[in-house]
């Protein structure tokens, strides 16, 4: 078992940014790859950013490439999700959650999730 607390969410506007991070518990964090996803009213949870155990390899959706920076700290059991360059259509429910497989952009395969932070990007 993991358990998943997300913070970080808030309103900001155009342009701005922000920092989510997800804190972890229940198990060993380091050998845990993680993911970032996002979900609006109405739509399917959306893959935004994933960071394999080790923090070496990361992989981002096209639509947050060169804006997301996804990182972990294995010593405190977080791993984060700084957004610069924040668009209105980033808004959204920010959820993280644990693989436990190899690293991918499937929703399916995470088994674990957080409780999701809101983030809202006003024009």
């Known amino acids: 078992q993991v358990q998943l607390v997300e913070s970080g969410g808030g309103l900001v506007q155009a342009g701005g940014s922000l920092r989510l991070s997800c804190a972890a518990s229940g198990r060993t964090f380091s050998n845990l790859n993680m993911g970032w996803f996002r979900q609006t009213p109405g739509k399917e949870r959306e893959f935004v950013a994933a960071?394999?155990?080790?923090?070496?390899?990361?992989t981002y959706a096209d639509s947050v490439k060169g804006r997301f920076t996804i990182s972990r700290d294995n010593a405190k059991n977080t791993v984060y999700l700084q957004m610069n360059s924040l668009k209105p259509e980033d808004t959204a429910v920010y959820y993280c959650?644990?693989?436990?497989?190899?690293?991918?952009?499937?929703?399916?395969?995470?088994?674990?999730w957080g409780q999701g932070t809101q983030v809202t990007v006003s024009s």
């Open positions: 959650a644990v693989d436990t497989g190899v690293l991918t952009r499937r929703a399916t395969a995470y088994k674990y």
């Open positions: 960071i394999t155990w080790t923090g070496i390899s990361t």
